[in-house]
Nanobody, 128 residues
Framework: EVQLVESGGGSVQAGGSLRLSCTASGYSLKNYCMGWFRQPPGKEREGVAFIDSNDGTTMYADSGKGRFTISQDDAKNTLYLQMNSLKPEDTAMYYC?????????????????????WGQGTQVTVSS
């Protein structure tokens, strides 16, 4: 079965950094669109960063652009999200997601990941 397990969350002060990891089992990341979403308390889940494992193309939501970096290690079958210069508004439950790439350009749509696989989430709390 396909499983995604996030780790690396925690509590940090504003301006600090965290590196989230998402280890995958049951499939190879090379065949999937991968991404990170977050859901602040009482709000809808929103996209944060995305990567197409086919060519390494990355995309970022404006919220994390310039501060966050998404990457993956094919050998370890792991997705990462490096978060720097964290702000209190970054506080949320962070989830990794995977969606089978069906055709060229499929990973360009954030909404498509929502119908794929999800991890259990890891909490990130940023204090002022």
């Amino acid at each position: 079965e396909v499983q995604l397990v996030e780790s690396g969350g925690g509590s940090v002060q504003a301006g600090g950094s965290l590196r989230l990891s998402c280890t995958a089992s049951g499939y190879s990341l090379k065949n999937y669109c991968m991404g990170w979403f977050r859901q602040p308390p009482g709000k809808e889940r929103e996209g944060v960063a995305f990567i197409d494992s086919n060519d390494g193309t990355t995309m970022y939501a404006d919220s994390g652009k310039g501060r966050f970096t998404i990457s993956q290690d094919d050998a370890k079958n792991t997705l990462y999200l490096q978060m720097n210069s964290l702000k209190p508004e970054d506080t949320a439950m962070y989830y990794c997601a995977a969606k089978l790439r069906l055709y060229r350009g499929y990973c360009n749509s954030e909404s498509r990941l929502r119908s794929g696989y999800w991890g259990q989430g890891t909490q990130v709390t940023v204090s002022s």
